[in-house]
């Protein structure tokens, strides 16, 4: 995030710190570990009606191996198993727009620095669920 965070002139070593700290909340975050080591972590917080998907870190050893799509799948799963809302910000030019993108993300606004995304949930079938008793499938 740091590269992000310095092309768009934001960097701020504090502040980064301070939002995380800010941000936690140890029962709705995870740690992420690859081969018993460190990989990044991720928080699903509720907020309302919605969950917000903040603090999602990969080291950069492990980006780009399908980590993040898989970790990102998981809880999507969670919040379509819920019938859940979820939002995020991303830096604007990161990388990691399109993954969120691929995953049925879209733009609900942008400023300066920032992309405001909402993913509505999927239906129970798309989570690969089966429908419940008295749930209407499509025809």
């Known amino acids: 995030m740091r590269p992000d965070l310095e092309r768009l002139g934001r960097f701020d070593p504090h502040r980064v710190r301070q939002r995380l700290r800010?941000?936690?909340t140890a029962a709705h975050t995870w740690v992420l570990e690859?081969?018993?080591?460190?990989?990044?972590c991720v928080a699903l917080r509720?907020?309302?009606?919605?969950?917000?998907?903040?603090?999602?870190?990969?080291?950069?050893?492990v980006q780009?191996?399908?980590?993040?799509?898989?970790?990102?799948r998981g809880l999507l799963r969670r919040c379509d198993r819920d019938g859940?809302?979820?939002?995020?910000?991303?830096?604007?030019?990161?990388?990691?727009?399109?993954?969120?993108?691929?995953?049925?993300?879209?733009?609900?606004?942008?400023?300066?620095?920032?992309?405001?995304?909402?993913?509505?949930?999927?239906?129970?079938?798309?989570?690969?669920l089966p429908p419940r008793r008295g749930d209407s499938t499509p025809g």
């Open 64 to 72: 780009g191996a399908g980590i993040g799509g898989a970790v990102l």
């Open 34 to 40: 690859v081969d018993d080591a460190l990989a990044g």
């Open 22 to 24: 800010d941000g936690f």
């Open 84 to 128: 859940t809302v979820v939002r995020l910000e991303v830096l604007r030019g990161s990388p990691a727009r399109r993954l969120y993108e691929r995953h049925g993300f879209r733009v609900e606004y942008e400023d300066a620095v920032d992309v405001s995304m909402v993913r509505e949930p999927r239906g129970r079938d798309a989570a690969g």
């Open 46 to 61: 509720p907020a309302g009606d919605f969950h917000r998907l903040e603090h999602f870190y990969l080291a950069p050893r």
